[in-house]
């Protein structure tokens, strides 16, 4: 008889759920508290009753991040977003989350807290309005297919012309003009980013790319008449995409 060895032992609870999507990524839902010891890449991490712990020197990089009570970060996260009523940052942990829906937080002062956005629109407005800003970065770092000839990386903002209201119509009001301003701001992040997916094709690409050229040049005229079409050319279209769709209907009444 082979000597005894001991093991540690894994015990699922009744109700858990356990998937792999296309990616390679696990996705983990329980009801109850959930303690991460294994670093890896996961698209959701779900406690539905309890908390969420990932331990000390343990890697996490998430697309979700949800506990009913509280979410401790005691080694590294990477999430989109993480939502719990309380989010704990213990002593040496990084989280670098891009979307923060949380009651309280508390960081150890070694703790170091990257992002921590209140919503996507509060995110896209911000990059936005800094894309501009995105041009000094080294070429290697910027998503997209190079620079063109006049060193703009795909997706930097060009600087933008006045608005010009068309033939027979007034300046437009403060209020509308700040309602344009930050459409023109998401939406024109939206296409930024549907533009880096590596597996999209023409017509699809030819798509945004006019798009993005209208919007960054503010053609209102061309953009009502076009962007519902174009938008359709695109095969597969992300809930995003579809969102910048009703936010530029809302804006021209459609």
Do not use: H
Not at 81 to 89: D, F, R
Not at 126 to 153: H, I, K, M
Not at 201 to 214: F, K, T, V, W
Request: hydrophobic residues 35%; charged residues 25%; contains cysteine.
């Amino acid at each position: 008889m082979s000597e005894e060895k001991n093991f540690p032992t894994m015990i699922i609870p009744a109700g858990t759920e356990i998937g792999v999507n296309d990616q390679g990524q696990l996705s983990i839902r329980t009801p109850g508290n959930l303690v991460i010891q294994n670093s890896g890449s996961y698209s959701l991490i779900e406690s539905s009753q309890g908390s969420v712990r990932i331990d000390p020197g343990v890697k996490v990089e998430a697309v979700s991040v949800m506990a009913a009570d509280s979410c401790f970060i005691g080694g590294e996260l990477t999430a989109w977003k993480v939502k719990a009523e309380k989010i704990t940052l213990e002593k040496g942990a990084q989280a670098y989350i891009m979307l923060q829906q949380s009651q309280q937080l508390e960081l150890d002062r070694s703790a170091r807290l990257v992002g921590n956005f209140a919503s996507d629109k509060e995110l896209y407005l911000l990059l936005g309005r800094f894309s501009r800003q995105l041009r000094q970065l080294p070429q290697g770092l910027a998503p997209g297919r190079g620079a063109d000839e006049e060193g703009f990386l795909p997706g930097m903002e060009r600087e933008e012309e006045p608005f010009v209201a068309p033939d027979g119509e007034g300046e437009p009001s403060p209020e509308d003009r700040q309602n344009r301003e930050e459409t023109f701001s998401l939406v024109r992040v939206i296409f930024e980013r549907e533009l880096g997916r590596a597996e999209l094709m023409d017509p699809g690409r030819s798509a945004l790319e006019s798009l993005l050229e209208m919007v960054r040049g503010e053609q209102l005229e061309e953009l009502e008449k076009s962007y519902s079409y174009l938008i359709a050319q695109v095969p597969g279209p992300s809930a995003e995409l579809a969102q910048a769709r009703e936010m530029l209907g809302r804006l021209f009444g459609a």
